[in-house]
Protein backbone atom coordinates (compact mmCIF):
# COMPACT_ATOMS: atom_id res chain seq x y z
CA UNK A 1 0.00 0.00 0.00
CA UNK A 2 1.31 2.83 -1.36
CA UNK A 3 0.21 6.43 0.69
CA UNK A 4 0.07 9.60 -2.08
CA UNK A 5 2.53 12.36 -1.76
CA UNK A 6 0.56 14.97 0.36
CA UNK A 7 -1.54 12.25 2.40
CA UNK A 8 2.78 11.36 3.49
CA UNK A 9 3.48 15.70 3.76
CA UNK A 10 0.15 15.99 6.35
CA UNK A 11 0.94 12.31 7.95
CA UNK A 12 4.83 14.12 8.67
CA UNK A 13 2.98 17.35 9.77
CA UNK A 14 0.77 15.39 12.31
CA UNK A 15 3.92 13.08 13.50
CA UNK A 16 5.87 16.54 14.15
CA UNK A 17 2.84 17.55 15.82
CA UNK A 18 2.35 15.00 18.22
CA UNK A 19 6.25 14.58 18.56
CA UNK A 20 5.70 17.98 20.44
CA UNK A 21 2.38 18.14 21.09
CA UNK A 22 3.60 19.53 24.99
CA UNK A 23 5.29 22.22 23.72
CA UNK A 24 3.12 23.11 21.44
CA UNK A 25 0.27 23.13 23.29
CA UNK A 26 1.41 24.36 26.31
CA UNK A 27 2.85 27.42 24.65
CA UNK A 28 -0.02 27.97 22.60
CA UNK A 29 -2.19 28.05 26.39
CA UNK A 30 0.35 30.34 27.71
CA UNK A 31 0.50 32.31 24.95
CA UNK A 32 -3.16 32.85 24.99
CA UNK A 33 -3.14 33.50 28.37
CA UNK A 34 -0.65 36.41 27.87
CA UNK A 35 -2.24 37.48 24.91
CA UNK A 36 -5.58 37.60 26.95
CA UNK A 37 -3.99 39.46 30.03
CA UNK A 38 -2.40 42.23 27.29
CA UNK A 39 -6.13 42.90 26.06
CA UNK A 40 -7.54 43.15 28.93
CA UNK A 41 -5.32 46.11 30.20
CA UNK A 42 -4.94 48.03 27.02
CA UNK A 43 -8.86 48.03 26.08
CA UNK A 44 -8.38 45.80 22.91
CA UNK A 45 -11.15 43.40 24.22
CA UNK A 46 -13.61 46.30 25.60
CA UNK A 47 -12.87 47.94 21.96
CA UNK A 48 -13.91 44.55 20.18
CA UNK A 49 -17.27 43.84 21.96
CA UNK A 50 -18.57 47.55 22.27
CA UNK A 51 -20.64 47.15 18.97
CA UNK A 52 -22.06 43.80 21.06
CA UNK A 53 -22.67 45.20 24.52
CA UNK A 54 -22.19 48.84 24.14
CA UNK A 55 -20.85 50.54 27.34
CA UNK A 56 -20.76 47.46 29.18
CA UNK A 57 -18.27 46.52 27.89
CA UNK A 58 -16.14 48.68 29.75
CA UNK A 59 -16.29 46.30 31.80
CA UNK A 60 -13.34 44.35 29.50
CA UNK A 61 -10.43 46.99 30.33
CA UNK A 62 -9.26 47.26 34.08
CA UNK A 63 -6.86 49.66 34.80
CA UNK A 64 -2.76 48.74 35.13
CA UNK A 65 -2.87 49.49 38.84
CA UNK A 66 -5.34 46.34 38.97
CA UNK A 67 -3.75 43.76 36.93
CA UNK A 68 -0.51 45.68 34.49
CA UNK A 69 0.44 43.74 31.83
CA UNK A 70 2.74 41.51 30.34
CA UNK A 71 4.22 44.54 28.26
CA UNK A 72 4.51 46.61 31.50
CA UNK A 73 5.65 43.64 33.50
CA UNK A 74 8.58 43.29 31.13
CA UNK A 75 9.19 46.78 30.78
CA UNK A 76 9.72 47.07 34.92
CA UNK A 77 11.98 44.02 34.49
CA UNK A 78 14.05 45.54 32.00
CA UNK A 79 14.11 48.98 34.34
CA UNK A 80 14.76 47.07 37.49
CA UNK A 81 17.45 45.01 36.31
CA UNK A 82 19.34 47.10 34.01
CA UNK A 83 18.52 50.63 34.35
CA UNK A 84 18.12 51.73 37.89
CA UNK A 85 19.46 48.24 39.03
CA UNK A 86 17.73 48.67 42.18
CA UNK A 87 16.68 45.09 42.02
CA UNK A 88 20.31 43.65 42.77
CA UNK A 89 20.65 45.41 46.60
CA UNK A 90 17.21 43.91 47.55
CA UNK A 91 18.32 40.41 45.90
CA UNK A 92 21.44 40.34 47.62
CA UNK A 93 19.93 41.53 51.13
CA UNK A 94 17.26 38.97 50.97
CA UNK A 95 19.89 36.05 49.40
CA UNK A 96 22.25 37.03 52.27
CA UNK A 97 19.01 35.94 55.14
CA UNK A 98 18.20 32.88 53.09
CA UNK A 99 21.77 31.49 52.96
CA UNK A 100 22.60 32.09 56.57
CA UNK A 101 18.98 30.62 57.50
CA UNK A 102 19.06 27.81 55.40
CA UNK A 103 22.61 26.94 56.42
CA UNK A 104 21.77 27.36 60.05
CA UNK A 105 19.03 24.97 59.17
CA UNK A 106 21.51 22.58 57.50
CA UNK A 107 23.99 22.52 60.20
CA UNK A 108 21.26 21.97 63.22
CA UNK A 109 18.52 20.01 61.65
CA UNK A 110 20.62 17.52 59.60
CA UNK A 111 22.96 16.37 62.65
CA UNK A 112 19.99 16.76 65.37
CA UNK A 113 17.85 14.15 63.30
CA UNK A 114 20.54 11.83 62.48
CA UNK A 115 21.00 11.59 66.40
CA UNK A 116 17.65 11.46 66.97
CA UNK A 117 16.96 8.59 64.30
CA UNK A 118 20.53 6.95 65.98
CA UNK A 119 19.60 7.11 69.94
CA UNK A 120 16.18 5.40 70.45
CA UNK A 121 15.51 7.44 74.02
CA UNK A 122 16.40 11.23 72.46
CA UNK A 123 13.65 10.68 69.38
CA UNK A 124 11.50 9.82 72.39
CA UNK A 125 12.22 12.91 74.00
CA UNK A 126 11.96 15.28 70.67
CA UNK A 127 9.61 13.06 68.88
CA UNK A 128 6.40 15.30 70.65
CA UNK A 129 7.90 18.65 69.73
CA UNK A 130 8.78 18.11 66.06
CA UNK A 131 5.21 16.54 65.64
CA UNK A 132 3.63 19.67 67.32
CA UNK A 133 5.82 22.44 65.39
CA UNK A 134 5.62 20.38 62.18
CA UNK A 135 1.38 20.34 62.27
CA UNK A 136 2.17 24.38 63.33
CA UNK A 137 2.44 27.16 60.83
CA UNK A 138 5.37 28.25 62.03
CA UNK A 139 5.13 31.50 60.50
CA UNK A 140 2.82 31.92 63.79
CA UNK A 141 5.77 32.55 65.97
CA UNK A 142 7.09 35.36 63.89
CA UNK A 143 5.52 38.34 66.24
CA UNK A 144 7.37 35.97 69.04
CA UNK A 145 10.54 36.09 67.02
CA UNK A 146 10.09 40.26 66.24
CA UNK A 147 9.88 40.63 70.10
CA UNK A 148 12.93 38.13 70.74
CA UNK A 149 15.49 39.74 68.28
CA UNK A 150 13.77 42.85 66.38
CA UNK A 151 13.08 43.24 62.73
CA UNK A 152 16.80 43.27 61.54
CA UNK A 153 18.50 40.31 59.67
CA UNK A 154 18.10 38.14 62.97
CA UNK A 155 14.81 37.95 62.87
CA UNK A 156 14.55 37.26 58.83
CA UNK A 157 17.35 34.33 59.68
CA UNK A 158 15.61 32.67 62.78
CA UNK A 159 12.07 32.58 60.52
CA UNK A 160 13.82 31.05 57.51
CA UNK A 161 15.38 28.35 59.87
CA UNK A 162 12.42 27.85 61.20
CA UNK A 163 10.48 27.09 58.41
CA UNK A 164 13.42 24.87 57.18
CA UNK A 165 14.67 23.08 59.82
CA UNK A 166 11.81 20.68 60.45
CA UNK A 167 11.71 18.75 56.81
CA UNK A 168 15.49 18.50 57.37
CA UNK A 169 15.42 16.78 60.93
CA UNK A 170 12.96 14.67 60.16
CA UNK A 171 13.89 13.31 57.45
CA UNK A 172 17.49 12.72 58.37
CA UNK A 173 15.67 10.63 61.31
CA UNK A 174 13.93 9.01 59.28
CA UNK A 175 16.93 8.23 57.02
CA UNK A 176 18.84 6.70 59.66
CA UNK A 177 15.66 4.45 60.70
CA UNK A 178 15.85 2.89 57.11
CA UNK A 179 18.81 2.42 57.28
CA UNK A 180 19.38 -1.63 56.47
CA UNK A 181 19.67 -3.02 59.70
CA UNK A 182 21.21 -6.21 58.33
CA UNK A 183 23.95 -3.50 56.94
CA UNK A 184 24.62 -2.80 60.51
CA UNK A 185 24.56 -5.76 61.86
CA UNK A 186 27.18 -7.50 59.56
CA UNK A 187 29.32 -3.78 60.62
CA UNK A 188 28.60 -4.65 63.85
CA UNK A 189 29.79 -8.14 63.86
CA UNK A 190 33.20 -7.20 62.07
CA UNK A 191 33.84 -4.92 64.96
CA UNK A 192 33.57 -1.45 63.80
CA UNK A 193 33.19 1.20 65.51
CA UNK A 194 30.30 3.61 65.85
CA UNK A 195 32.11 6.45 63.94
CA UNK A 196 32.91 4.31 61.16
CA UNK A 197 29.68 2.50 61.30
CA UNK A 198 28.10 6.16 60.49
CA UNK A 199 30.65 7.51 58.31
CA UNK A 200 30.34 4.40 55.95
CA UNK A 201 26.57 2.80 56.07
CA UNK A 202 24.25 5.29 58.13
CA UNK A 203 25.81 8.44 56.14
CA UNK A 204 25.77 7.01 52.71
CA UNK A 205 22.55 5.52 52.68
CA UNK A 206 20.99 9.05 54.47
CA UNK A 207 22.19 11.13 51.48
CA UNK A 208 18.80 10.55 49.41
CA UNK A 209 16.72 11.25 52.48
CA UNK A 210 19.07 14.66 53.33
CA UNK A 211 18.84 15.41 49.91
CA UNK A 212 14.82 14.83 49.65
CA UNK A 213 14.74 17.39 52.71
CA UNK A 214 16.61 19.80 51.25
CA UNK A 215 14.15 20.48 48.36
CA UNK A 216 11.66 20.73 50.70
CA UNK A 217 13.60 23.05 52.94
CA UNK A 218 14.72 25.51 50.04
CA UNK A 219 11.20 26.00 48.80
CA UNK A 220 9.99 26.57 52.96
CA UNK A 221 13.17 29.03 53.13
CA UNK A 222 11.44 30.99 50.52
CA UNK A 223 8.30 31.77 52.68
CA UNK A 224 10.71 32.86 55.23
CA UNK A 225 12.00 35.69 52.42
CA UNK A 226 8.87 36.75 52.20
CA UNK A 227 7.33 36.14 55.44
CA UNK A 228 10.25 37.76 57.29
CA UNK A 229 10.19 40.94 55.59
CA UNK A 230 6.18 41.73 56.34
CA UNK A 231 7.40 44.18 59.43
CA UNK A 232 9.42 46.36 57.79
CA UNK A 233 12.58 45.42 56.34
CA UNK A 234 15.20 48.02 55.21
CA UNK A 235 15.48 46.14 51.73
CA UNK A 236 15.07 42.76 50.16
CA UNK A 237 12.83 41.30 47.50
CA UNK A 238 9.67 40.57 49.99
CA UNK A 239 9.89 44.03 51.82
CA UNK A 240 10.16 45.05 47.85
CA UNK A 241 6.89 43.91 46.53
CA UNK A 242 5.12 45.11 49.87
CA UNK A 243 6.42 48.42 49.28
CA UNK A 244 5.08 47.91 45.81
CA UNK A 245 1.83 46.77 46.41
CA UNK A 246 0.96 49.19 49.10
CA UNK A 247 1.63 51.81 46.42
CA UNK A 248 -0.28 49.30 43.42
CA UNK A 249 2.89 48.93 41.79
CA UNK A 250 1.56 46.02 40.47
CA UNK A 251 4.01 45.93 37.56
CA UNK A 252 6.95 45.97 40.40
CA UNK A 253 4.97 43.08 42.39
CA UNK A 254 5.21 41.06 39.16
CA UNK A 255 8.91 41.25 38.41
CA UNK A 256 9.46 40.84 42.60
CA UNK A 257 7.07 37.59 42.42
CA UNK A 258 8.59 36.37 38.77
CA UNK A 259 12.15 36.68 40.62
CA UNK A 260 11.61 34.97 43.06
CA UNK A 261 10.08 32.12 41.01
CA UNK A 262 12.77 31.81 39.17
CA UNK A 263 15.31 31.93 42.28
CA UNK A 264 12.96 28.93 43.28
CA UNK A 265 12.97 27.07 39.76
CA UNK A 266 16.64 27.39 39.76
CA UNK A 267 17.29 26.33 43.42
CA UNK A 268 15.11 23.06 43.63
CA UNK A 269 16.91 22.03 39.78
CA UNK A 270 20.14 22.30 41.62
CA UNK A 271 19.42 20.49 44.21
CA UNK A 272 17.75 17.91 41.87
CA UNK A 273 21.11 17.85 39.92
CA UNK A 274 22.81 16.77 42.70
CA UNK A 275 20.30 14.23 43.65
CA UNK A 276 20.40 12.63 40.36
CA UNK A 277 24.43 12.99 40.63
CA UNK A 278 24.57 10.93 44.06
CA UNK A 279 22.55 8.23 42.77
CA UNK A 280 24.75 7.38 39.86
CA UNK A 281 26.77 4.84 42.03
CA UNK A 282 23.36 3.31 43.88
CA UNK A 283 23.20 -0.16 42.39
CA UNK A 284 19.65 -0.45 41.20
CA UNK A 285 17.74 -2.64 43.54
CA UNK B 1 13.90 -27.41 103.33
CA UNK B 2 12.91 -23.76 103.88
CA UNK B 3 14.55 -20.53 102.22
CA UNK B 4 15.57 -18.22 104.82
CA UNK B 5 13.49 -15.38 105.58
CA UNK B 6 15.49 -12.42 104.21
CA UNK B 7 16.36 -14.09 101.26
CA UNK B 8 12.65 -14.90 100.36
CA UNK B 9 12.32 -10.69 101.07
CA UNK B 10 15.17 -9.12 98.29
CA UNK B 11 13.82 -12.26 95.94
CA UNK B 12 10.51 -10.55 96.46
CA UNK B 13 12.00 -6.94 96.10
CA UNK B 14 14.27 -8.26 92.96
CA UNK B 15 11.28 -9.26 91.51
CA UNK B 16 9.39 -6.05 92.37
CA UNK B 17 11.96 -3.70 90.75
CA UNK B 18 11.74 -6.24 87.75
CA UNK B 19 8.16 -5.73 87.39
CA UNK B 20 9.09 -2.22 87.66
CA UNK B 21 11.93 -1.93 85.35
CA UNK B 22 9.70 -3.58 82.47
CA UNK B 23 6.42 -1.56 83.15
CA UNK B 24 9.02 1.15 82.43
CA UNK B 25 10.20 -0.34 79.50
CA UNK B 26 7.19 -0.99 78.15
CA UNK B 27 6.13 2.51 78.48
CA UNK B 28 9.96 4.22 77.72
CA UNK B 29 8.56 6.13 74.74
CA UNK B 30 5.53 7.67 77.09
CA UNK B 31 7.29 7.89 79.76
CA UNK B 32 10.29 9.81 78.23
CA UNK B 33 7.79 12.20 76.37
CA UNK B 34 5.85 12.82 79.34
CA UNK B 35 8.95 13.61 80.95
CA UNK B 36 10.49 15.52 78.68
CA UNK B 37 7.69 17.99 77.87
CA UNK B 38 7.27 18.33 82.05
CA UNK B 39 10.75 19.10 82.33
CA UNK B 40 10.60 22.00 79.51
CA UNK B 41 7.44 23.33 81.16
CA UNK B 42 9.42 23.57 84.67
CA UNK B 43 11.99 24.69 83.83
CA UNK B 44 10.38 27.53 81.16
CA UNK B 45 8.00 28.51 84.18
CA UNK B 46 11.31 28.71 86.79
CA UNK B 47 12.81 31.13 84.22
CA UNK B 48 10.11 33.26 84.17
CA UNK B 49 9.35 33.48 87.81
CA UNK B 50 12.73 33.64 88.94
CA UNK B 51 13.55 37.21 86.85
CA UNK B 52 16.67 35.31 84.93
CA UNK B 53 14.74 36.57 81.91
CA UNK B 54 12.35 38.97 81.65
CA UNK B 55 8.59 37.48 81.26
CA UNK B 56 8.08 39.91 78.88
CA UNK B 57 9.90 37.88 76.24
CA UNK B 58 9.03 34.58 77.02
CA UNK B 59 6.34 34.41 79.35
CA UNK B 60 5.80 31.67 80.98
CA UNK B 61 3.60 28.58 81.16
CA UNK B 62 0.89 30.19 84.03
CA UNK B 63 0.96 33.06 82.08
CA UNK B 64 0.37 31.57 78.70
CA UNK B 65 -2.91 29.61 80.57
CA UNK B 66 -4.09 32.72 82.91
CA UNK B 67 -4.23 34.62 79.20
CA UNK B 68 -6.10 31.67 77.61
CA UNK B 69 -8.72 31.61 80.46
CA UNK B 70 -8.73 35.49 79.78
CA UNK B 71 -9.50 35.52 76.68
CA UNK B 72 -11.84 32.36 76.71
CA UNK B 73 -14.37 35.23 78.32
CA UNK B 74 -13.63 37.88 75.85
CA UNK B 75 -16.03 38.26 72.98
CA UNK B 76 -13.76 39.16 70.50
CA UNK B 77 -11.75 36.64 70.79
CA UNK B 78 -14.06 34.13 69.96
CA UNK B 79 -15.20 36.83 66.86
CA UNK B 80 -11.23 36.40 65.80
CA UNK B 81 -11.46 32.48 65.75
CA UNK B 82 -14.60 32.24 63.79
CA UNK B 83 -13.07 34.55 60.72
CA UNK B 84 -10.27 32.47 61.07
CA UNK B 85 -11.88 29.32 61.41
CA UNK B 86 -14.29 30.32 57.96
CA UNK B 87 -11.23 31.93 55.79
CA UNK B 88 -9.78 28.32 56.67
CA UNK B 89 -12.70 26.58 56.14
CA UNK B 90 -14.35 27.82 52.43
CA UNK B 91 -10.44 28.10 51.35
CA UNK B 92 -9.60 24.78 51.93
CA UNK B 93 -13.14 23.10 50.87
CA UNK B 94 -13.20 25.58 47.50
CA UNK B 95 -9.47 24.27 47.15
CA UNK B 96 -10.41 20.58 47.61
CA UNK B 97 -13.87 21.15 45.35
CA UNK B 98 -11.32 22.42 42.77
CA UNK B 99 -8.05 20.20 42.97
CA UNK B 100 -9.62 16.84 43.32
CA UNK B 101 -12.06 16.71 39.92
CA UNK B 102 -9.40 18.53 38.28
CA UNK B 103 -6.14 16.99 39.13
CA UNK B 104 -8.33 13.34 37.95
CA UNK B 105 -9.03 14.99 34.85
CA UNK B 106 -5.16 15.98 34.39
CA UNK B 107 -4.37 12.96 35.06
CA UNK B 108 -6.36 11.30 32.65
CA UNK B 109 -6.16 13.18 29.52
CA UNK B 110 -2.34 13.97 28.59
CA UNK B 111 -3.31 16.89 26.63
CA UNK B 112 -5.50 18.99 29.46
CA UNK B 113 -2.19 17.95 31.46
CA UNK B 114 -0.05 19.93 28.81
CA UNK B 115 -2.77 22.90 28.73
CA UNK B 116 -2.28 23.68 32.02
CA UNK B 117 0.67 21.92 33.31
CA UNK B 118 2.77 25.38 33.14
CA UNK B 119 0.98 27.19 35.03
CA UNK B 120 0.28 24.13 37.59
CA UNK B 121 4.33 24.17 37.42
CA UNK B 122 5.01 27.62 38.09
CA UNK B 123 2.50 28.40 41.14
CA UNK B 124 4.13 25.08 42.15
CA UNK B 125 7.55 26.74 42.35
CA UNK B 126 6.33 29.84 43.82
CA UNK B 127 5.28 30.15 47.63
CA UNK B 128 1.78 31.08 47.04
CA UNK B 129 1.83 33.94 50.04
CA UNK B 130 4.19 35.92 47.91
CA UNK B 131 0.78 36.63 45.94
CA UNK B 132 -0.57 38.24 48.95
CA UNK B 133 -0.01 41.73 48.13
CA UNK B 134 -1.35 41.21 44.63
CA UNK B 135 -3.92 39.49 46.18
CA UNK B 136 -4.79 42.20 48.80
CA UNK B 137 -5.12 44.46 45.73
CA UNK B 138 -7.70 42.72 44.18
CA UNK B 139 -9.94 41.66 46.87
CA UNK B 140 -8.97 43.76 49.64
CA UNK B 141 -8.16 43.57 53.07
CA UNK B 142 -11.42 41.55 54.43
CA UNK B 143 -11.99 38.00 54.98
CA UNK B 144 -12.06 36.76 50.38
CA UNK B 145 -8.28 38.03 50.24
CA UNK B 146 -7.50 35.31 52.65
CA UNK B 147 -9.87 32.46 51.35
CA UNK B 148 -8.17 32.85 47.57
CA UNK B 149 -4.06 32.57 49.97
CA UNK B 150 -5.97 29.84 51.84
CA UNK B 151 -7.34 28.30 48.17
CA UNK B 152 -4.26 28.89 46.26
CA UNK B 153 -2.05 27.48 49.50
CA UNK B 154 -4.23 24.08 49.37
CA UNK B 155 -4.88 23.87 45.81
CA UNK B 156 -1.65 23.65 44.06
CA UNK B 157 -0.19 20.51 46.19
CA UNK B 158 -3.69 18.21 46.51
CA UNK B 159 -3.87 18.63 42.58
CA UNK B 160 -0.27 17.33 41.99
CA UNK B 161 -1.21 14.25 44.13
CA UNK B 162 -4.75 13.43 42.55
CA UNK B 163 -2.94 13.94 38.87
CA UNK B 164 0.38 11.77 39.84
CA UNK B 165 -2.02 9.13 41.72
CA UNK B 166 -4.58 8.55 38.85
CA UNK B 167 -0.83 8.51 36.45
CA UNK B 168 0.54 5.53 38.56
CA UNK B 169 -3.05 3.38 38.72
CA UNK B 170 -2.07 -0.26 38.31
CA UNK B 171 -1.34 -0.20 34.50
CA UNK B 172 -2.24 -4.68 34.93
CA UNK B 173 -5.66 -3.86 36.20
CA UNK B 174 -6.48 -1.72 34.03
CA UNK B 175 -5.12 -4.12 31.22
CA UNK B 176 -7.15 -6.79 32.91
CA UNK B 177 -10.21 -4.65 33.08
CA UNK B 178 -9.86 -3.74 29.20
CA UNK B 179 -9.99 -7.12 28.90
CA UNK B 180 -12.75 -8.20 30.02
CA UNK B 181 -14.61 -5.14 27.86
CA UNK B 182 -14.96 -2.96 30.94
CA UNK B 183 -16.58 0.93 30.50
CA UNK B 184 -14.40 3.50 30.55
CA UNK B 185 -16.62 4.54 33.37
CA UNK B 186 -16.04 1.19 35.15
CA UNK B 187 -12.50 1.35 34.51
CA UNK B 188 -12.30 4.78 36.38
CA UNK B 189 -14.80 4.61 39.20
CA UNK B 190 -13.11 0.45 40.53
CA UNK B 191 -9.44 1.12 39.75
CA UNK B 192 -8.45 4.29 38.82
CA UNK B 193 -10.62 6.26 42.03
CA UNK B 194 -9.84 3.50 44.17
CA UNK B 195 -6.13 3.70 43.88
CA UNK B 196 -6.00 7.24 43.65
CA UNK B 197 -7.88 7.97 47.01
CA UNK B 198 -4.32 7.95 49.54
CA UNK B 199 -2.55 10.11 46.87
CA UNK B 200 -5.34 12.93 47.17
CA UNK B 201 -5.17 12.39 50.66
CA UNK B 202 -1.87 13.00 50.92
CA UNK B 203 -2.10 16.09 49.05
CA UNK B 204 -4.99 17.21 50.97
CA UNK B 205 -2.68 16.69 54.25
CA UNK B 206 0.09 18.68 52.88
CA UNK B 207 -2.28 21.36 51.73
CA UNK B 208 -3.99 21.28 54.82
CA UNK B 209 -0.69 22.70 56.11
CA UNK B 210 -0.81 25.20 53.38
CA UNK B 211 -3.76 26.43 54.01
CA UNK B 212 -3.09 27.22 57.42
CA UNK B 213 -0.13 28.85 56.62
CA UNK B 214 -1.95 30.98 54.31
CA UNK B 215 -4.55 32.00 57.11
CA UNK B 216 -1.92 32.91 59.25
CA UNK B 217 0.70 34.92 57.12
CA UNK B 218 -2.53 36.56 55.37
CA UNK B 219 -3.92 37.81 58.63
CA UNK B 220 -0.28 38.96 59.85
CA UNK B 221 0.34 40.74 56.68
CA UNK B 222 -3.10 43.11 56.72
CA UNK B 223 -6.56 42.29 58.50
CA UNK B 224 -9.10 43.46 61.16
CA UNK B 225 -9.73 39.82 62.55
CA UNK B 226 -8.59 36.43 62.90
CA UNK B 227 -6.58 34.86 64.69
CA UNK B 228 -3.33 36.29 63.23
CA UNK B 229 -4.66 39.72 63.77
CA UNK B 230 -5.36 38.77 67.31
CA UNK B 231 -1.14 37.48 67.51
CA UNK B 232 0.12 40.60 65.77
CA UNK B 233 -1.79 42.78 67.52
CA UNK B 234 -0.31 40.99 71.15
CA UNK B 235 3.23 41.04 69.42
CA UNK B 236 3.08 44.51 68.74
CA UNK B 237 2.10 45.67 72.13
CA UNK B 238 4.87 43.00 73.98
CA UNK B 239 1.62 40.35 75.49
CA UNK B 240 3.73 37.68 74.52
CA UNK B 241 1.29 35.32 76.83
CA UNK B 242 -1.46 36.12 74.17
CA UNK B 243 0.91 35.53 71.30
CA UNK B 244 1.72 32.19 72.73
CA UNK B 245 -2.27 31.36 73.31
CA UNK B 246 -2.41 32.16 69.45
CA UNK B 247 0.85 30.25 67.97
CA UNK B 248 -0.89 26.96 70.19
CA UNK B 249 -4.27 27.53 69.16
CA UNK B 250 -2.93 27.39 65.39
CA UNK B 251 -0.90 23.95 66.41
CA UNK B 252 -3.84 22.47 67.50
CA UNK B 253 -5.53 23.58 64.50
CA UNK B 254 -3.03 21.87 62.46
CA UNK B 255 -3.02 18.79 64.63
CA UNK B 256 -6.76 18.32 64.54
CA UNK B 257 -6.59 18.68 60.92
CA UNK B 258 -4.25 16.43 60.29
CA UNK B 259 -5.86 13.83 62.96
CA UNK B 260 -9.35 13.82 61.07
CA UNK B 261 -7.73 13.85 57.67
CA UNK B 262 -5.66 10.34 59.01
CA UNK B 263 -9.24 9.15 60.75
CA UNK B 264 -11.29 9.76 57.14
CA UNK B 265 -8.64 7.99 55.30
CA UNK B 266 -8.77 5.05 57.54
CA UNK B 267 -12.49 4.78 57.23
CA UNK B 268 -11.45 4.92 53.14
CA UNK B 269 -9.01 2.39 53.09
CA UNK B 270 -11.30 0.08 55.27
CA UNK B 271 -12.08 -2.18 52.24
CA UNK B 272 -8.90 -2.79 51.42
CA UNK B 273 -7.31 -6.27 51.78
CA UNK B 274 -4.26 -6.28 54.45
CA UNK B 275 -1.67 -7.18 52.85
CA UNK B 276 -0.37 -10.93 54.27
Redesign the interface.
Known sequence: MRASSSQAQTSAAVRLYFAHERAILGTLMVLLVLIAWEGLERGWWADALRPLLGDSAERFKLKPIFISSPTLIAAAAFRMFFVTGEIWRDLAWSSAGYVLGLGLAIVIGVPFGLAGGWYRRLSYAVEPFLAALNATPQVAFLPLIVIWVGTGLGQRILIIFLLAVLPLAINAHAAVRTTDPRLIKVAGSFGASDWRLFRTIILPSSIPFLLAGLRLAVGRGMIGVVVGEIYGSAAGLGAMINQAGARFQTDKVFVGVLTIVAAGVILVEIVQRVERRVDIWRTPA | MAIPAHLELSAHRERRRARLVRLYLEH??VA??G???LAVLLVWEALGASGLVDP??ISSPTRVARAAWLLSHDRDFWTDLQVSATEFMLGYAGALAVAIPLGLAVGLS??LQ??????VD?LN???R??????I???FGIGIWSKIVVVFLGAVIPVLINTQSGVKTSEARFIRVARSFSASKLKIFSSIILPGTVPFIFTGAKYGA?RA??G???GE??ASTAGL?HL??E???T?Q?DI??V??LL??AA??IT?ALLDALERRFERWRPQPR
Open positions: ERIAGTLLFKRYLIGPFTAVPVTLLPLIIWGLLVVVLYGIAAGNFTVFGAFMGLV
